[in-house]
């Protein structure tokens, strides 16, 4: 039979020292909210489940339940805790979700540094050694308000002993401190969780008190060292700050290590869920979003942003925006322009200055190089648009759409009043006002636009 491992990941505190409306496991780090990254970090154990326990009011939080229960690779389920009555309270809450299992991982949502590697160490352990509870600890050279970790003289963890109990000249370094991490043996879990005892202080019960019972009763409590960076939760602004700066410079540091030329990098910014292709150069002052992709051997900067996009190999992106949007192969944008709403463009197009382009397709080899608006537009192969080009898309009331045959010469300063349609070959004079469709290799001019063949572009008679 195959190993079961659960993951409970506790998330039921209230934030207020956040001072926000917004619940504390959905504050960001690199880009992505803090539970996201607990969640895909929880991945590592490949657990059968994963249980999030929530207060009654985070589970009213629609916005938090979606990101808990969006499909992911192993079923994730909601345990509530009715009262606020500490960690150990709040993984009693998970037990009836728990069910029959191996190892039980216990993980904070509030920890977005915890790594991967960390938890399978802490796995490895609990599989390797016979200790119903592996921690997670971190030498550090002041121990603050972590637990402290007291071992026998044998080595072995006796106990964690907390700041208020704990003797003042004993907690400066080098420290091993306690980071509330664990993974506990699955049979023993459910007898233990409930021998749990409230503080007489804070009448809270404690998952640290797991450690005295094991030993207790004779088992075995292991540890596996993690970084010290590990340990950071966050309870308030600048902790969410220090984490921010800690991971985006992970981040940074795995893409050079991949093959990615990062400019000044202090000066750049890459989300978590990024991905880079070898040899692209990222230019300083760039923001590189969640939910985008770059390919090989593009070149983007300085100062771009990109959100949401997709860019394929061999692109460049000057000083521009890029948003909900795709660019492929051999395209180059900018500098100062702004791809947004669910535009493609395709290969081997140039996009040059003050350019905005929204909802719209640039087929292969179109050139748009200077100042202009396509708005709900289709453009076609070769066609060349030129300055000062708007699609006028908004009747003000709806949005219609403007389609552009291929190898189409738009004038500079001419306007195409949507819905309009201009055939292949076309050829639009400079200043034309586009009010009705053209056809196929016609040339129309003036205002409004009108066909130089003796036709007007919807095929009446010229006045």
Known sequence: MSERTVVVILAAGAGTRMRSRIAKPLHTVAGLPMIDLVLTTAAAANPDTIIVVLSPTLAEDNVLTAHITTDRQSPTKIAIQEQPLGTGDALRSALPLIGATDRVLVLFADHPLLTGASIQAMLETSRSLDAVVVLLTCMLDDAAGYGRI????DGSIARIIERSDDVPGLRSGPIEVNSGMMVVN???????????????????CYLTELVEIAVADGHGVAAVRGQPDELIGINDRLDLAMAEEIIRNRLK?????????????????????????ADTVILPGSVIRSGTSIGAECEIGPNSVLSEAVIGNRCRVSSSYVTSSTILDGSDVGPFSHIRGNTIVESGVHVGNFAEIKNSVLSQGVRMGHFGYAGDATIGTDSNIGAGVVTCNFDGKDKHRTVIGKRVFVGSDSMLVAP??????????????????????????????????????????RE
């Open 150 to 153: 007291d071992r026998r003289d």
């Open 186 to 204: 699955g049979d023993w879990i459910g007898g233990a969780v409930v021998r749990l005892t409230a503080s007489p202080h804070t009448k809270e």
């Open 253 to 277: 540091e795995h893409h050079q290590r991949s093959g990615v030329t990062l400019m000044n990098p202090s000066t750049i910014a890459i989300d978590a869920d990024v991905s880079i292709g």
């Open 420 to 461: 309009v349609t201009i055939g292949d070959d076309a050829i639009l004079g400079a200043g034309s006002v586009v009010t009705k469709d053209v056809l196929p290799g016609d040339t129309v001019v003036g205002v409004p636009a009108r066909s130089t063949r003796g036709q007007a572009g919807n095929g009446e008679e």
